[in-house]
């Protein structure tokens, strides 16, 4: 906010989210289009640009719109990325993905996910040696979508590096994004899990005698160990819990 002088942090992060969510529409728009076709893409980009709660959280400081536009980016890079055989796109496809990890954890995954993609691309041709090899030809489209998705981990972990070496240093232990992964693991692997948030007192209000750095990088690494334990212990409700997670994030929009 300190690049607008005069004006209130609270405006500019709006103004910026208004930015950011009209930015996301064009993303939607541009896969689509690259994908599907003009007709397709613009159904997306009017969905998303009427959608209820894309619409309420541009208008609150709260991080899903920034998350939105660069998980929306870097898939269009990962998209053009293929389709124009540029490395350089793939370099910042993995930038922007570490810039997304660093909101939200989760998206370093994208390139893990993008896989199936990248095997199955049309542009992606064989080697003329393998044609009509059924099983050579699958495990060389295998290896080859695996080199764009080691590059953009590779550069997500170089962005994602700085970060990580700090929380080192400020809490004593390997954090390498965030302090709460830990609790929100446990909050759907334990006992009163029913595939929602809940509260877990029982977890995030140990270690009160320690420095909070140190106590939250404590609490998560107790969050995913008993968490882990847990569902080793509880495979059927596991299963119905995953069901319930998906049931619940398409149930309502929010």
Same mark, same amino acid.
């Given at each position: 906010?300190?690049?607008?002088? &005069?004006?209130?942090? /609270? ?11 009209? =930015? ?7 896969? &689509? ?14 969905? %998303? !640009? /009427? ?7 541009? &208008? ?16 269009? %890079? ?23 990890? #660093?909101?939200?954890?989760?998206? !370093? ?20 040696? #393998?044609?009509?090899? +059924?099983?050579?030809? =699958? ?34 232990? #390997? ?16 006992? &009163?899990?029913? +595939? ?18 140190? !106590? ?6 107790? +969050? ?16 119905? /819990? !995953? =069901?319930?997670?998906?049931?619940? /994030? ?5």
């Amino acid at each position: 906010y300190k690049a607008w002088p &005069g004006a209130h942090e /609270l405006t500019v992060a709006l103004a910026l989210n208004a930015a950011l969510g009209a =930015a996301t529409v064009m993303l939607v728009y541009a896969v &689509g289009r690259r994908a599907f076709g003009a007709t397709a893409a613009m159904l997306g980009a009017a969905i %998303l !640009a /009427l959608f209820p709660s894309k619409i309420f959280l541009a &208008g609150v400081t709260l991080t899903e719109t920034a998350f939105t536009f660069l998980l929306m980016l870097a898939i269009w %890079l990962i998209v053009e990325a293929e389709a124009r055989r540029s490395l350089p796109v793939l370099l910042a496809a993995g930038t922007v993905i570490g810039c997304a990890a #660093l909101v939200r954890g989760q998206a !370093a995954l994208l390139p893990l996910a993008a896989v199936p993609f990248w095997v199955m691309s049309d542009l992606t041709p064989s080697p003329p040696s #393998l044609k009509g090899r +059924g099983t050579a030809k =699958a495990v060389a489209r295998a290896f080859s979508a695996c080199l764009p998705a080691a590059i953009t981990l590779a550069v997500a972990i170089a962005i994602v590096a700085p970060w990580t070496i700090r929380n080192a240093i400020e809490s004593d232990a #390997l954090v390498p994004i965030s302090s709460n992964d830990g609790v929100n693991f446990y909050i759907g692997h334990s006992d &009163g899990a029913d +595939g929602r948030g809940r509260k877990v007192d029982e977890l995030v209000f140990r270690y009160a005698e320690l420095a909070q750095a140190e !106590a939250e990088a404590r609490i998560s690494r107790d +969050g995913y160990r008993e968490g882990i334990e847990w569902a080793a212990r509880h495979p059927l409700r596991e299963a119905e /819990l !995953a =069901a319930r997670k998906l049931f619940f /994030l398409y149930w309502r929009d929010d």
